[in-house]
């Protein structure tokens, strides 16, 4: 029996969970753009893709899969259908708000791609429109405006969280908010 076989045997086996209970925003992300085929979607979105042949063939993706991840980013108001034929019907698809909003996470994973995947160097920059520049996106502080990285933030309970949310974790305990 040959590798794909057990890799097709595997995958029969074991079933993804779903966090659509989860009390947790990343795993809920997760729910929604987790799966890989998704977030390359919404990678090529982001560089203008709209048409359903234009991301099978950027992709190489089946058409079945392509269909259900596009169905799946409908249905969870990322992307959206906008007719631009009537015979035979086809729509191109767009990212809506909510869609626009993974930005960060595409631009986060693109630049820790570029850093610790891309020997040769980024396939693809982001040049800012308003000054000409290429540019990496730096999370800053929204109050004082200092850069963001895991070692200057710590995480503390917020209005939708539990003390579970902290259960086996080294984080601030519940209820230690400021400011």
Not at 85 to 107: C, F, I, M, N
Not at 145 to 174: H, K, N, Q
Request: aromatic share 8%; glycine share 10%.
């Amino acid at each position: 029996m040959g590798a794909f076989y057990y890799a097709t045997l595997y995958a029969g086996v074991v079933q993804r969970t779903s966090f659509e209970g989860a009390s947790c925003s990343v795993a809920q992300c997760l729910e929604v753009v987790g799966e890989w085929w998704s977030l390359l979607i919404v990678r090529d979105a982001f560089l203008g893709v709209t048409r359903f042949d234009d991301f099978q063939a950027r992709l190489g993706i089946s058409r079945n899969i392509l269909t259900r991840r596009l169905n799946h980013l409908v249905d969870s108001g990322i992307l959206r259908r906008v007719p631009y034929q009537d015979h035979p019907p086809r729509s191109e698809y767009r990212l809506t708000s909510k869609g626009r909003d993974l930005w960060h996470v595409v631009a986060a994973i693109r630049q820790w791609g570029d850093r610790w995947a891309a020997p040769g160097g980024p396939p693809v920059e982001t040049r800012h429109t308003a000054c000409g520049h290429v540019v990496t996106a730096v999370p800053s502080c929204s109050h004082c405006g200092e850069p963001l990285d895991a070692r200057s933030v710590t995480a503390i309970r917020g209005p939708g969280g539990t003390a579970a949310d902290f259960d086996r974790t080294r984080l601030a305990p519940a209820g230690s908010r400021s400011r």
